[in-house]
């Protein structure tokens, strides 16, 4: 989780980034800030942005701050419940959560620092899922092995691997976690190039270190997942503080917690 806190003297507009998880943006100040698709959709204050949520960009203006929070798939199935709806949609927290997600928002914007809505938001996600198991062990290990593989890894396999079939593997992974294996895999591996990207590396040289078959088929999944060219995605805002805010080992482990200021 991380927490930004923001002075935007002019209205801003930005893409957001796919990602291999559930992300929980919780709004914490007055300013108004909505994020919107490029099918219409749009929605303000606290959302949850389900996995594969498309071309999304987020907007906003004035003093302001919110609580954003990546979660795991097979995390965010205990959190919310049936996560497979939420895939590919964005939906006001409130009507995932109910009543209580207003009581979420109120003890968050009561604490006086950034580590008192850490230790909150982490007690609040510790209930929610109160030893629940969604996900079958099966499905939580491919999970695992797709996002440490960096997306490299076949169906077949992983069949193979947790003793199931592969039609059963395919059924069970998209119907708990709302996607499916060859899907999750192309996600992880886009973000692995999207990362690389941003670090700057050449279109060709990501598409080498990704996996993916040449430049070309680096274009169209960047194009598919974001709507922008290789070059723009490198440059987009929203990238640009993840090393920070999101290091690679975090993201494999029990995650960061990090605040920052930002001016507009």
């Known amino acids: 989780m991380a927490g930004f806190r923001h002075r935007a003297t002019a209205s801003i507009d930005m893409a957001m980034v796919a990602h291999p998880s559930v992300t929980l943006l919780i709004g914490l100040g007055e300013a ?7 099918q219409g959709r749009r929605e303000g204050g606290s959302v949850v942005i389900g996995l594969l949520p498309g071309d999304l960009r987020a907007a906003g203006q004035g003093v302001g701050a919110y609580l954003q929070i990546r979660l795991q798939p097979v995390v965010a199935a205990a959190v919310f419940g049936a996560s497979s709806e939420l895939s590919g949609q964005i939906a006001m927290l409130e009507d995932v959560w109910g009543r209580d997600a207003g009581q979420v928002e109120d003890r968050l914007r009561a604490a006086a620092t950034w580590d008192e809505r850490f230790a909150i938001a982490a007690e609040i996600l510790g209930t929610r899922m109160g030893g629940r198991r969604d996900v079958d062990p099966e499905v939580a290990h491919t999970w695992r092995r797709t996002f440490a593989s960096r997306g490299r890894v076949r169906v077949e396999g992983m069949a193979d691997e947790v003793g199931w079939s592969r039609k059963r593997l ?9 996607i499916t294996p060859k899907r999750a895999a192309q996600l992880v591996r886009f973000d692995h190039a999207a990362h690389l990207l941003a670090g700057g590396h050449s279109a060709a040289s990501a598409a080498i270190l990704s ?3 040449d430049q ?8 598919t997942f974001t709507g922008l060219t290789p070059t723009a995605l490198a440059a987009t805002p929203w990238l640009a ?3 920070v805010a999101w290091p690679r080992e975090g993201l494999a482990g029990a995650g960061r917690r990090l605040s920052t200021d930002a001016a507009v």
Do not use: N, P
């Not at 395919?170 to 709302?178: A, D, H, K």
């Open 32 to 38: 108004e800030c909505a994020v919107y698709d490029a």
């Open 216 to 223: 070309s088929h680096l274009h169209r999944e960047v194009k």
């Open 241 to 243: 503080i993840d090393d």
């Open 170 to 178: 395919w059924s069970r992974f998209r119907s708990q976690l709302g």
């Open 211 to 213: 996996g993916y078959v």
